[in-house]
């Protein structure tokens, strides 16, 4: 338990939370007084240092709960206790899924210097940026499930408001207006499964809430909740039928935004799904419901992206399709699935990231984003087009990207379980998913057809796309590190229950 | 002929009252069950409800003693609505009101 | 003891009602009041579970019943900002005018 002062506590609030809330309020008075003086540049600049010193905080924050007997950590805000109060209740697998919103944070944030250089309201982009990822922290961290609805509604207002932020034009603006209204009635719903929790239990905590529910027998009343669980995450994470906003919200936002959406807010929508499962039902119960939903997602999401034209759709329906992936891992209830399915959430946010961000460069040059007069873009621009080919292949699935690695750990798990007809339908889903991955890749290098002109993007666009690529080969050939962080987090989640519990010493 | 939208919709609004149906039924059969899980020591900080006006001291006390991070989280959350609605009203340069 | 059957009735009552406003619709002003009445369905669930002990109020379920109150005005706030855009393009505030993106 941590109480006193010490270097990963700001003010009574885990560091990255407090680094990125205090930077997330300076950044517009810094962006207008920089301006009046006319020094350029100095909002993106502390844009990404606030990001990179989140980072830094929580690899420090990390140590420290290596040191943790128990492997919580628990940090109370101001003094209050937890049955009543709220507190924030740190394991391996918040601090997994916070350092990668960071990691993919300063690549967002250091792609958007060029990016978004013509653009105007540049202050409040990097403010919302900067509020977003602070919201997916702190639902990563939360102990109290009234902790994580309000740093998910920070989260979903900063993402309603990136999507339609380029504001000129008439198509992120219903893409935005579509994406408002379903994800805010999601919110309702999940504020509707709290309440029902509430009324069961006498408490919001999640450690109380464990210990007070888990093992329970299935009654309907069980049932209602898990149902307005699954439409009160499901909206955010694009499980089938409640995907619809994504194919219009992610291709209309702008580039780095795409990556930031597609990498990572998504994957915090399954993170809480799993979360809130994990500690209040048991996971035979949940077993078929949600595997039925993951061969759902895959497999329409896969049909739907063959139809596509449009290389920012493609991409979305994509990522609706290893949301399914994800998905077979946390049906499998056990600690190796989990492991699964979150090494796969960090290799998505990597190979998706780059998709978006490579794809954007080459979008940012030509100005179109139509596939078929695309054709023949990669001979002039050969270094976006070869990291855009490497993570592609690596959602494909192929063997040497950790694409390869993640989606094998998580077709094995399902075997493993008893499931095999799952790893079937996953392995079919992956080779299908080469299909539409092959044409595109086919579309870019074949000769160009129109007259095309294109330059090579500049500099920090590029660094950025190479960075990601060499890390994606990188851990695809040497996985054990990324294997050894996943398989902490995930014995934190599915193991260490009873430590969780413990911890909130009532 | 009616368009394939109505359809659709009207069998999404069939779906959505059938389940609702659904569930006041399961409301006369099975009552909710209240507290039926709670934990077996009494935690809960309740507010005796005998003086009816002091039941909102009571509330507000409650709330700034034991939720101050929920409401430092939401001082925030008003910061970035803010921050929300300027991203989305101002007027872009060369552009008119 | 307040009885909650009826209070349960009226949430669920107040659920259909937002559900088949946000479907029926066609205003976007009308669509950001049937969130609304989402929220509000799910905030009269708290507060008719807060006073089922005997003689006792619990103060948790107010509390999140306050703050969630202001963060749902914060959601309409936004959506009202974005109805305002969507005018601005289209020029009306039917929703089944936005349909440009298609398949």
Redesign the interface.
């Known amino acids: 338990m941590v109480t006193d002062w010490t270097l990963t506590q700001i003010l009574w609030?885990p560091s990255p939370l407090a680094i990125l809330?205090l930077g997330?309020?300076f950044t517009?008075f810094i962006g207008l007084l920089t301006e009046r003086v006319g020094l350029r540049r100095v909002r993106e600049l502390w844009a990404a240092s606030v990001l990179s010193l989140a980072l830094v905080s929580l690899y420090l924050l990390f140590q420290e709960l290596r040191g943790e007997p128990g492997g919580v950590l628990l940090i109370l805000?101001?003094g209050?206790?937890p049955?009543?109060?709220?507190?924030?209740e740190i394991d391996a697998l918040s601090l997994f899924m916070g350092g990668s919103v960071a990691f993919l944070g300063v690549l967002v944030a250091i792609y958007s210097f060029n990016y978004m250089e013509g653009v105007?309201?540049l202050n409040?982009?990097y403010?919302?940026l900067i509020?977003m990822v602070?919201g997916m922290t702190?639902i990563a961290m939360a102990g109290d499930f009234?902790?994580l609805?309000?740093?998910w509604?920070?989260m979903?207002?900063?993402s309603?408001?990136l999507v339609?932020?380029l504001?000129?034009r008439?198509?992120p603006?219903?893409?935005?207006?579509?994406y408002?209204?379903m994800s805010?009635?999601a919110?309702?719903?999940l504020?509707?499964s709290?309440?029902?929790l509430?009324?069961?239990?006498?408490?919001?905590n999640f450690a109380?809430l464990s210990?007070?529910?888990r093992g329970?027998a299935l009654?309907?009343?069980l049932a209602?909740l898990f149902c307005c669980l699954i439409i009160g995450f499901g909206v955010k994470s694009a499980i089938v039928p409640l995907h619809t906003w994504l194919p219009?919200a992610h291709p209309?936002a702008p580039s780095p935004i795409s990556a930031m959406l597609s990498g990572m807010v998504i994957e915090t929508g399954l993170y809480g799904l799993t979360r809130v499962l994990y500690l209040i039902f048991t996971p035979s119960l949940f077993h078929i419901p949600i595997s039925a939903l993951a061969v759902l997602t895959m497999t329409m999401a896969n049909i739907w992206a063959l139809?596509q034209q449009d290389i920012k759709r493609l991409l979305a329906y994509s990522s609706i399709a290893q949301m399914g992936y994800m998905l077979i891992g946390v049906a499998s209830g056990t600690s190796y699935g989990i492991m699964g399915t979150f090494l796969h959430v960090f290799n998505h946010s990597l190979m998706k990231g780059l998709a978006f961000l490579s794809s954007g460069s080459i979008v940012h040059e030509v100005g179109k984003r139509d596939i078929e007069s695309l054709k023949g873009v990669g001979r002039m621009m050969p270094i976006s087009t070869i990291t855009f080919f490497i993570s592609l292949l690596g959602l494909g699935g192929v063997p040497s990207t950790n694409g390869f690695i993640s989606k094998f750990i998580l077709f094995n798990s399902a075997i493993l379980v008893g499931a095999p007809w799952l790893a079937v339908a996953g392995v079919l889903n992956s080779a299908f998913s080469m299909a539409y991955y092959l044409r595109v890749m086919k579309a870019l290098i074949s000769k160009p057809e129109m007259e095309l002109e294109a330059r090579e993007a500049p500099i920090l666009m590029i660094s950025v796309t190479v960075v990601m690529a060499l890390l994606i080969v990188l851990l695809g050939v040497w996985p054990e590190p990324a294997i050894e962080y996943a398989t902490e987090a995930s014995k934190a989640l599915v193991d260490n229950i009873q430590n969780y519990i413990r911890a909130v010493a009532? | 002929m009616k368009p394939i939208w109505s359809r659709l919709g009207s069998a999404a609004s069939a779906v959505i009252l059938a389940t609702l149906l659904l569930?006041l039924w399961?409301a006369a059969?099975?009552p909710?069950?209240?507290?039926?899980?709670?934990?077996r020591?009494a935690?809960?900080?309740l507010i005796s409800s005998s003086p009816f006006e002091g039941i909102a001291s009571g509330v507000s006390v409650?709330l700034w003693?034991?939720?101050?991070?929920?409401i430092?989280?939401?001082a925030?959350?008003i910061?970035?609505?803010i921050?929300?609605c300027?991203?989305?009203l101002?007027p872009?340069?060369g552009?008119g009101p | 003891m307040i009885p909650y059957t009826p209070f349960m009735i009226s949430?669920f009552l107040l659920?259909a009602i937002?559900l088949g406003c946000?479907m029926v619709k066609r205003d976007?002003i009308r669509?950001l009041m049937g969130?609304e009445i989402?929220?509000n369905?799910?905030?009269l669930?708290?507060i008719a579970?807060s006073v089922?002990s005997e003689g006792f109020v619990?103060p948790?379920?107010q509390s999140?019943v306050m703050?969630?109150i202001v963060?749902?005005g914060?959601?309409i706030a936004?959506?009202l900002a974005?109805?305002l855009?969507?005018y601005r393009?289209?020029r009306t505030v039917d929703v089944r005018k936005?349909r440009?993106?298609r398949?």
């Open positions: 609030l809330l997330g309020l517009p805000p101001f209050q206790r049955p009543g109060g709220s507190c924030f105007g309201r409040e982009y403010a919302l509020f602070a702190g009234f902790t609805f309000v740093f509604e920070m979903s207002l900063s309603y408001v339609a932020f504001k000129e008439w198509a603006i219903e893409a935005g207006f579509k408002l209204i805010a009635t919110g309702a719903f504020l509707l709290m309440s029902f509430y009324g069961m239990t006498g408490t919001l109380q210990a007070s529910l329970a009654t309907p009343w209602v219009d209309e139809l009532y | 569930l399961l059969m099975e909710f069950p209240i507290l039926r899980y709670a934990p020591e935690t809960r900080s409650f003693e034991k939720r101050a991070l929920d430092t989280a939401q925030f959350v910061v970035a609505a921050v929300c300027l991203a989305l101002k872009e340069e552009e | 949430t659920l937002g946000l976007m669509l969130i989402l929220f369905a799910a905030n669930n708290f579970l089922q619990d948790l379920a999140v703050m969630a963060l749902d914060a959601v936004v959506g974005m109805t855009n969507v393009h289209y936005l440009r993106l398949w």
